[in-house]
């Protein structure tokens, strides 16, 4: 059985962009239905590959209805496909995204979207004591290359009771710690793109152990689980 992501699905999410709105999706639910079944299994097969070398506790794909309420962009329905892969808590700390959209608009994620106030602290204290485990990971070849460099949302100036002018400061005002790979619509419908999306999401490893390491202990290395 092939779990290769469907090229139905690209072809729907064109046609949805041009008629994005309830009657033609009502009308078309049950293609979409079928399709969005194809997807699940596929990140269900991806969640079984990860879990050959990380623990996942929880798989989840949203749905394709989008909250208009706060926003100004109306149009009722989502325009691609998103799933998180979440692990073991407390101890295994992190989190991985699949996004799959057309026009080469599709990519995945790893890292910390949304730490809690008590977990950035504790982040930017650990990169304020050493860095040099943090750039490490971040500089090595193999992680480079597959990842590249944290984007993600930042301060513009040092976060409350740190220096400005510290040799850490690039990593200190960061408010989310994310990395990003973007794949073309040829990758996705590629046989070996869960494959490749595993492959990715393993060199993530060291990044999440030594955050998890961080998160668990407090400044002095001792747990707190």
């Known amino acids: 059985m092939t779990h290769s992501i469907p090229k139905e699905t690209f072809t729907f ?7 994005n709105n309830r009657d033609w999706f009502n009308e078309h639910k049950p293609e979409f239905k079928a399709i969005e079944s194809k997807v699940k299994a596929s990140f ?10 990380d623990q996942i506790e929880k798989i989840k794909i949203f749905r394709i209805y989008r909250d208009v309420r706060f926003s100004k962009n109306k149009l009722p329905y989502k325009t691609h496909f998103g799933g998180s892969f979440t692990r073991k808590k407390p101890e295994l700390r992190g989190g991985y995204y699949v996004h799959i959209q057309p026009n080469n ?5 790893a890292g ?3 730490p809690s106030k008590e977990d950035l602290l504790r982040i930017r204290k650990e990169f304020e004591m050493d860095d040099t485990e943090i750039r490490a990971i971040l ?3 193999t ?4 990842w590249g460099d944290f984007t993600g949302e930042a301060l513009k100036t040092a976060p409350k009771g740190f220096d400005k002018t510290h040799a850490a400061i690039d990593l200190i005002r960061r408010k989310q710690f994310i990395v990003i790979r973007k794949f073309t619509d040829k990758d996705v419908l590629a046989e070996e793109f869960l494959a490749n999306v595993n492959t ?3 060199y993530v490893r060291p990044f999440f152990d030594y955050m998890s390491d961080v998160l ?3 400044l002095n290395g001792e747990s707190l689980l």
């Open 139 to 141: 500089n090595d070849k």
């Open 143 to 146: 992680f480079k290359s597959t």
């Open 216 to 218: 668990t202990t407090n």
């Open 13 to 19: 999410f064109k046609k949805l962009e041009k008629n």
């Open 200 to 202: 990715a999401f393993k």
């Open 105 to 109: 608009e599709s990519f995945i994620a």
């Open 44 to 53: 269900n097969h991806l969640g079984e590959l990860m879990n050959t070398h």
């Open 112 to 114: 910390f979207w949304d």
